[in-house]
C-alpha cells in the first residue's frame, strides 16, 4: 500500500473551512484513498473515499488530483467537535487483509 | 442502521490473568471482522481479521489469539496477559465481498497490564 505525506498539525477558525492536504504521489492506479478521524480516546470514524472523482457526502468531500497524487479533505464548517486527528490512508482495492495502514495524521483544532 | 459494540470500555488486569474482549456487530451478515491495538501515541496495528465463522488470519506473531464463534461475534482472547499487551483495542467491520468499502471501528477498550 502506497505511503502517505500529511501535516503534522492545523489550526482552523471555527465555521471556516478547513482544508486538510495529503500526498500520495506513489498511489497506483487501483489504490483508494480513505479519511479517517479519531477523536481523543474513541476508535477511529470513517468520513470518506474515492478512487479519482471528487467525492461529497453529508461530512466533508475528497478533492482528488487529475494525476491522483494528492487530495484535500474538505470540512466545509468547522465545528469545536471536529478538533481531532485526520489520517489519510491510500489502500489497494483488492488487498486481502483488508488492512488499514494508519500513519500519523494531521492533528487539527479548530478554534472559536 | 449497523452498529458495532466492544465491551468493556476499559480493563486493568494483572501481568499473567487471562483476557477476553468482545465485540458484535448489529444490522449487517457476515461482515469482515478486524482486531486493532493502537499503542499509546502510535498508529493502529492489525491483529486479526476474519472473513466467516471459525475463519482467523494473523496478522503478526503475539500472546494473543482471536475466535469468531458466530457470525456477528468476534472475541480476542490471551491465556497470560505481558506488561505489553498494554493498549488501546478496536474492534471493525467491514462490508464482505466488496474489499473496497471501509471498515467502521467501535469506541475501544483500553487495556492497562499492571
Known amino acids: 500500500d502506497a505511503k502517505t505525506t500529511q501535516p503534522p498539525s492545523m489550526d482552523c477558525a471555527e465555521g471556516r473551512a478547513a482544508n486538510l492536504p495529503c500526498n500520495h504521489s506513489t498511489i497506483s492506479g487501483n489504490e483508494y484513498v480513505y479519511w479517517y478521524r479519531q477523536i481523543h480516546s474513541q476508535g477511529p470514524q470513517y468520513i470518506i ?4 472523482n471528487n467525492e461529497t457526502n453529508e461530512m ?3 478533492i482528488i488530483t487529475e494525476d491522483r497524487k494528492s487530495s484535500t479533505l474538505i470540512l466545509p464548517h468547522a465545528t469545536l467537535r471536529d478538533t481531532a486527528v485526520y489520517y489519510c490512508i491510500v489502500r489497494l482495492f483488492t488487498s486481502n487483509t483488508g488492512k488499514l ?3 500519523q495524521g494531521t492533528t487539527l483544532q479548530v478554534k472559536p | 442502521s449497523q452498529t458495532i459494540h466492544q465491551w468493556p470500555a476499559t480493563l486493568v488486569q494483572p501481568v499473567g490473568s487471562p483476557l477476553s474482549l468482545e465485540c458484535t456487530v448489529e444490522g449487517t451478515s457476515n461482515p469482515n471482522l478486524y482486531w486493532y491495538r493502537q499503542a ?5 496495528q492489525l491483529l486479526f481479521y476474519s472473513v466467516g ?3 482467523i488470519s494473523s496478522e503478526v ?5 482471536a475466535s469468531r464463534p458466530q457470525d456477528r461475534q468476534f472475541i480476542l482472547s490471551s491465556k497470560k496477559l505481558l506488561l505489553s499487551d ?4 478496536l474492534c471493525a467491520w467491514s462490508v464482505s465481498g466488496a474489499s473496497n468499502q471501509p471498515q467502521h471501528f467501535g469506541d475501544g477498550t483500553r487495556l492497562s497490564i499492571l
Not at chain 1, 473515499?49 to 479519482?52: D, I, R
Not at chain 2, 499509546?40 to 493502529?44: E, K, P, V
Open chain 1, 49 to 52: 473515499h474515492g478512487l479519482k
Open chain 1, 60 to 62: 466533508a468531500s475528497l
Open chain 1, 101 to 103: 495502514i494508519f500513519g
Open chain 2, 40 to 44: 499509546a501515541g502510535r498508529g493502529l
Open chain 2, 53 to 55: 465463522i471459525g475463519q
Open chain 2, 61 to 65: 506473531p503475539q500472546n494473543l489469539s
Open chain 2, 86 to 89: 498494554s493498549g488501546f483495542y
